[in-house]
């Protein structure tokens, strides 16, 4: 089985502070990680290869420091990683992020299946698996948390999520699915994928390698643009209710009241 | 790229200030550009006192005339013959951007013997219904109801299309975004029009509800988002709003999908689900041991909400998955939140620091969630709860 | 501000790092719990598993990465700052598994060691007995040839991972009148007929290990089952506990690491008389002098294994000293870690009331720190004699 991961370096939530005034990231200090959803999504992957064999290619579209998160990858298991860098793919949206991953998995040559994780966490936007799916022509399926493949080895089961419950569903490879934090738990990195990792060459495939359409790609690729960015500010509003916890709970009642709550 | 005119650059710092990544900073006095680290965001561009600042390359425009795009189109989600909330609160939100743009709000409803849900949609603010009956829609695919709704917005060239980010919204809009090869931008908590170029100001949350951001679709039509349900408020039917309801026969080849579906499994949710919920009382680690959760259950029946849980309690397989809050869960904004032996873990926080209300308990009282909470409580959630359970039924002469 | 730079290697950050992930992402998640319920750690030994600890001091061929006891000293610490019952699992893998490795014939490394080092079998070392704890030479467990095979009788003592591993280095007596001289080292196997486990132990702390007797009653095993010579099994053992006991020093190096960890955040975070108790000087000197030991034993630690990696013969001085000054160390930072955080460091919802009970087996096991001291000072006395 032809598998193919795309994973997103973003900054860790557990480093990450915002400039209130500013309306911005504090970028220093931060670390970048893989995309947490990602995780599952490559563990996905290695389930499936060790059942089905074959090989798992890992995608990050980013600046050269993703370098390390697809080192991070290959350190649990993948086979191989690429990454698309390119001053050209900078302002990238989702129409322009969803043309260059198709470019580059077409450059691979025939695949049986695209894994993401369900959202980026620092865009939320969860857009990109199904964009992407669009663009390669193959079906897909959003917040899968269950997923089997049947003895014919091409058809799959899968479990989606939604407000109300979950739809079983079928499909035939080739296909993308976005997944959802419990599907699975992923592994540690291992002391030999990590060793290998270190060693490994990853290739960077920029505009020209992957063929890509000036207008596709970046900005110009891009259809949306964001023209200002804040930081909410919840006010400082804390109140801690005091006494023994009776009183505490009388004190929560009456606010309770004058909220309408009650 | 990013260009700086030296000529007109002072120095200031404006653009050092503003910038997110760190990728802009003045050097001898004037403004230098890191070229990788810049994303050409932009915001550099609009912040600059002296107009120093230029991004070559500018978007792609698209050669017809935006002025050919009209109107503002809800689609309408429909799970189990009942309109979801949100499509409710988007007529609302259409009517008023309808208003500002003077042209008419359209829904467009698709399903399977759902036409008498037209009316109501009427009634709620749609001037007009684009109905599209067909058994083939009865369960949800995304290819299909992909496919009709980029074909109907090709035919008729909306100015806008709004839809609700639930499940099955965050799942086939980027499909017909993608196929219409315009900008989508997803989960927006809230949208307004620039009146002088008829744009529209779409704001979401970004890095879990830390970051605001106003994104804007200046070239390419229609322009679309998805909008967070319970954020936005409908407004009460009327029914004697007049409207037209237009029936649309799907073409055959819209009607093949790769994807089947095998059942459709409803759960038995208790109360409403949690991203729609007004009350939500969310067990964490401090309830100790699973026997001990009754007494979230029996809170958020109390106060016609829902139980939520952290990745702990969730961990502990004291609640299931899917009602777990936080980065990798879900993301919530009740009016009333009740964090219950919750430490408030960065990764929870983001999940739910949009919520109006938020009381927090916990033995505690240096624990982080108090750092976001409207009143707190310091004891044990198991002595705590069943004090204000008991009090709640008091008040209610219970 | 700026750390001791103790010069690792690429590949030695490597193990640090990986320790330091399973220890803060599988094993202090759990650790309470497993703590409380007495629960052997099954799925963390997979997750260790899977990452290639137990293969990290076997050779290559064996499917190991031939590291020495520094690395697997800096994997014990990371472990241990999660959990040192939990990592006392791992290390008595280790302290099973050099017997094989340095004293087994090829036959015996080839069946054994690349299942040890895959982490496919947990291996046990079976030494004390209740009449032979520091005085090793009272073993009283004893082994008969009988024609193909050898018969085993007797019962050892608080054994780490006794019942859940399945391979089982133990020493026995051969020849009960040459005493020390007369013990020799076998491999039993779990499933040999004649051996069984006694109930498992309650402790006072490390509930995550599991402790019990191993009993042999008539237990026969293959001849082939012998380590190296008749006679060599008390050699063997000194050997083997020479190269783990730096092992043990860097566990509580681990231990009282997390105990400052939850010390210092504490005193920072909890207010009285209307400031952080940091700021207090008579606690800013309690922690000033936990770091600064903490600091002293880890670069003895280190420096003790590294000089054991470089193949130097006659450790057992400078090995004891390892476990010695650091365990003895971890005892008086978790207990002092415990009266930082007063009530709370006392109640079982923070982490340091575990931490100071664990704390105390690490004076007691692989030596009691009392033997240790005669150790140093009996190899005191033989190096003045030679000047």
């Known amino acids: 089985m032809n598998i193919v991961v795309c994973i997103k370096q973003v900054p860790d939530a557990k480093t990450v502070r915002f400039d209130t005034e500013k309306g911005t990231l504090v970028r220093e200090g931060v670390e970048a990680v893989i995309n947490p959803f990602d995780f599952h999504a490559l563990e996905a992957g290695f389930q499936l290869k060790d059942t089905y064999g074959g090989e798992i290619t890992v995608l990050s579209m980013g600046p050269p420091q993703a370098e390390n998160a697809l080192k991070e990858a290959l350190s649990l298991g993948a086979d191989k990683g690429i990454l698309l860098s390119d001053r050209a793919f900078a302002g990238a949206d989702t129409l322009a992020t969803t043309y260059t991953l198709a470019k580059a998995i077409e450059k691979l040559g025939p695949v049986d299946l695209v894994l993401c994780g369900k959202q980026a966490i620092d865009g939320d936007t969860a857009q990109v698996g199904p964009g992407l799916a669009v663009r390669l022509g193959i079906p897909y399926v959003t917040c899968v948390n269950a997923l089997s493949v049947l003895d014919d080895g091409k058809t799959m089961h899968l479990r989606r999520i939604n407000e109300d419950g979950y739809d079983m569903l079928e499909l035939e490879m080739p296909a993308l699915l976005t997944v959802l934090a419990s599907l699975n738990t992923p592994r540690l990195p291992s002391l030999k994928g990590k060793m290998r990792a270190r060693k490994a060459e990853i290739p960077v495939w920029d505009a020209r390698e992957l063929g890509a359409k000036p207008g596709m790609i970046g900005l110009e690729g891009s259809a949306t643009q964001v023209v200002s960015t804040s930081v909410p500010t919840f006010e400082a509003r804390r109140e801690m209710l005091e006494g023994s916890s009776e009183e505490q709970v009388e004190a929560l009642v009456s606010r309770f009241k004058e909220a309408g709550i009650l | 790229m990013l260009k700086v005119d030296i000529e007109k650059c002072t120095g200031c710092g404006e653009c050092e200030e503003s910038c997110t990544f760190e990728a802009i900073f003045v050097e001898d006095e004037v403004a230098v550009v890191d070229q990788d680290a810049c994303t050409l965001c932009g915001i550099c561009v609009d912040g600059c006192p002296e107009g120093a600042l230029e991004i070559q390359g500018e978007q792609g425009l698209l050669a017809t005339d935006l002025s050919s795009w009209k109107g503002i189109w809800v689609v309408a989600e429909c799970r189990s013959g009942v309109l979801a909330p949100v499509t409710l609160e988007l007529l609302a939100k259409s009517g008023e951007l309808a208003g500002k743009l003077d042209t008419e709000v359209t829904a467009v409803l698709m399903g399977h013997e759902i036409e008498s849900r037209a009316q109501e949609l009427i009634f709620y603010g749609a001037d007009r219904v684009l109905v599209v009956d067909h058994p083939e829609l009865a369960t949800f695919t995304d290819e299909v109801y992909g496919n009709i709704l980029a074909d109907l917005a090709k035919k008729e060239n909306p100015e806008i299309i709004l839809a609700g980010a639930t499940a099955m919204g965050r799942s086939y809009i980027p499909r017909v975004a993608t196929i219409l090869e315009t900008g989508l931008t997803a989960d927006c908590t809230g949208l307004d029009i620039r009146a002088e170029d008829r744009t529209l100001l779409q704001t979401r949350p970004a890095f879990g509800g830390n970051l605001l951001a106003t994104i804007v679709c200046p070239g390419h039509r229609p322009q679309m988002a998805t909008v967070r349900p319970h954020v936005m408020r409908a407004n009460a039917p009327d029914p004697d709003r007049k409207g037209e309801v237009i029936r649309i026969l799907p073409g055959e080849d819209l009607l093949s999908h790769r994807v089947q579906v095998l059942e459709s499994v409803k759960e038995q949710a208790e109360g409403p689900n949690l991203s729609e919920a007004d009350v939500i009382v969310t067990a964490g680690r401090g309830f100790e041991q699973e026997k001990n959760v009754e007494l979230a259950k029996e809170l958020a029946d109390l106060l016609g909400g829902t139980v939520g849980a952290t990745r702990a309690a969730v961990d502990a397989g004291w609640l299931s998955g899917r009602t777990q809050i936080g980065q990798t869960g879900v993301t919530v904004s009740p009016k009333l939140y009740v964090a219950c032996g919750v430490s408030g873990a960065i990764q929870h926080i983001v999940g739910m620091q949009g919520s109006e209300i938020i009381v927090s308990i916990n033995k505690d009282a240096e624990a982080p969630i108090f750092d976001v909470t409207t009143y707190g409580l310091v004891g044990d959630v198991k002595e705590i709860l069943p004090l204000l359970i008991r009090r709640i039924q008091k008040e209610r002469g219970s | 501000m700026a750390h001791v730079n103790y010069f690792l290697t690429e590949e030695q950050q490597m193990i640090v790092d990986l ?369």
């Not at chain 3, 006891?69 to 610490?77: I, W």
């Not at chain 3, 007929?193 to 995550?208: I, Q, W, Y």
């Not at chain 3, 783990?244 to 681990?254: D, H, N």
């Not at chain 3, 207090?280 to 030991?293: E, S």
């Open chain 3, 19 to 387: 320790a330091r992930q399973i220890a803060v992402e599988k094993i202090i998640p759990v650790r309470a719990q497993l703590d409380e319920n007495e629960e052997f750690p099954w799925d963390i030994m997979k997750d260790m598993a899977q990452a290639d600890l137990f293969g990290l001091y076997i050779p290559e061929e064996y499917g190991g990465f031939a590291k020495g006891c520094f690395e697997n000293c800096l994997a014990l610490e990371q472990l241990a700052y999660g959990c040192i019952a939990v990592t006392t699992t791992f290390a008595a893998s280790a302290l099973g598994g050099y017997p094989i490795l340095l004293f087994g014939s090829d036959e015996q490394k080839a069946r054994y060691l690349p299942d040890i080092a895959a982490g496919k079998r947990l291996v046990a070392f079976g030494l004390t007995e209740a009449n032979a704890g520091s005085d090793a030479a009272g073993i009283q467990t004893t082994a008969v040839e009988d024609g193909d095979h050898w018969v085993l009788n007797g019962t050892k003592q608080w054994i780490t991972s006794g019942g859940e591993a399945e391979i089982y280095t133990i020493v026995a007596m051969t020849n009960k009148n040459k005493g020390a001289r007369g013990a020799t080292s076998f491999i039993v196997e779990k499933g040999d007929p004649g051996f069984s486990f006694g109930k498992k132990e309650r402790k006072m702390g490390l509930n995550a290990s599991s402790t019990r007797e191993l009993v042999f009653n008539e237990c026969r095993i293959p001849k082939d089952r012998i380590l190296g010579r008749k006679g060599q099994g008390f050699i063997m053992a000194m050997r083997t506990l020479d190269i783990a006991r730096p092992g043990i020093g860097a566990i509580a190096v681990g231990l009282a690491q997390a105990a400052l960890d939850e010390a210092v955040k504490y005193a920072r975070q909890r207010i009285q008389f209307g400031q952080p108790i940091i700021s207090f000087q008579a606690l800013q000197h309690m922690l000033a002098d936990m770091a600064t030991k903490i600091e002293a034993s880890r670069a003895l630690v280190y420096s003790i294994a590294r000089t054991i990696d470089e193949g130097t013969k006659d450790t057992a001085k400078i090995s004891a000293m390892a476990k010695l000054f650091a365990t003895d160390m971890a005892m008086q930072v978790t207990t002092d870690a415990v009266q930082i955080l007063g009530g709370y460091g006392y109640m079982k919802s923070y982490p340091v009331e575990k931490m100071m009970r664990d704390a105390k087996i690490l004076q007691i096991y692989e030596g009691t720190n009392q033997i240790l001291r005669n150790v140093i000072g009996q190899a005191l006395n033989k190096e003045y004699a030679k000047k």
